[in-house]
């Protein structure tokens, strides 16, 4: 069976471009969350979702960011008008039920803004 | 606002030795415990999942425990191997929320 997959593995791009980075979990999980992890800031959450709905937006740094599910399944992050602050390694992770059962992560998708 | 500390932030041993990794965390008030494994550019593994009505859990050379009176988990590793060095985190949920709480991360390195 398939695990979590992101992509693209690796963006780089220039200050002021928007960017989309796409999630595909585990299939039948309905819970689906983007963290980022930056260097000495360790893991932190940005974004969950139970079915196509984001409960919890808390994380999401700024209104340039925002998050998208459809059918339940896929997940896209996009980031508008990219800041060097960005950069960073972006995961998802997808669970069977939500944060009571085991999460998945993906490999994460780098990002480097110029 | 639950906090998590992982000390310490590196540890090196030598192959074949059992190690203890520590975790702690501020708000007892939690439903589980998870720990990962994170190799350098990748993301993260999932080794451990103790609910928070569980003391421990083990799968093979790994155990963990759970103490939430204390607000403390620690990570046993067994006869330790080249092969276990990376960089272990634990995470915690906090009660009514959907979040995962993460320290900072252990860096072990297991020497030959």
């Known amino acids: 069976g398939a695990g979590v997959s992101q992509s693209p593995s690796n963006k780089v791009t220039e200050k002021g471009k928007d960017v989309e980075l796409r999630c595909d979990p585990i299939?039948?999980?309905?819970?689906l969350y983007w963290y980022r992890q930056s260097l000495g800031q360790g893991l932190e959450f940005l974004i969950y979702?139970?079915?196509?709905?984001?409960?919890?937006k808390s994380g999401l740094p700024s209104d340039r960011f925002s998050a998208e599910r459809t059918g339940g399944s896929v997940s896209t992050l996009t980031i508008q008008r990219t800041q060097q602050e960005d950069s960073a390694v972006y995961l998802c992770?997808?669970?069977?039920?939500?944060?009571?059962?085991?999460?998945?992560f993906g490999p994460g998708t780098r990002l480097t803004v110029l | 606002k639950q906090e998590v500390t992982q000390i310490p932030a590196a540890l090196s041993v030598p192959e074949g030795e059992n190690l203890v990794l520590n975790c702690s965390f501020t708000?007892?008030?939690?439903?589980?415990l998870q720990w990962f494994r994170q190799d350098p550019g990748k993301g993260l593994t999932s080794l451990l999942l103790?609910?928070?009505?569980?003391r421990e859990q083990t799968s093979g050379r790994l155990n963990a425990s759970l103490d939430k009176s204390s607000g403390r988990s620690t990570l046993y590793i067994a006869a330790s191997q080249p092969g276990d060095s990376a960089t272990y985190l634990c995470?915690?949920?906090?009660?009514?929320?959907?979040?995962?709480?993460f320290g900072k991360g252990t860096k072990l390195t297991v020497n030959p």
């Open positions: 299939s039948g999980h309905t819970a």
């Open positions: 995470a915690a949920l906090q009660g009514g929320s959907e979040k995962l709480v």
């Open positions: 708000d007892s008030a939690i439903y589980n």
């Open positions: 103790i609910q928070s009505s569980q």
């Open positions: 979702f139970q079915g196509n709905s984001a409960p919890d």
């Open positions: 992770a997808s669970s069977l039920v939500g944060a009571v059962s085991e999460q998945f």
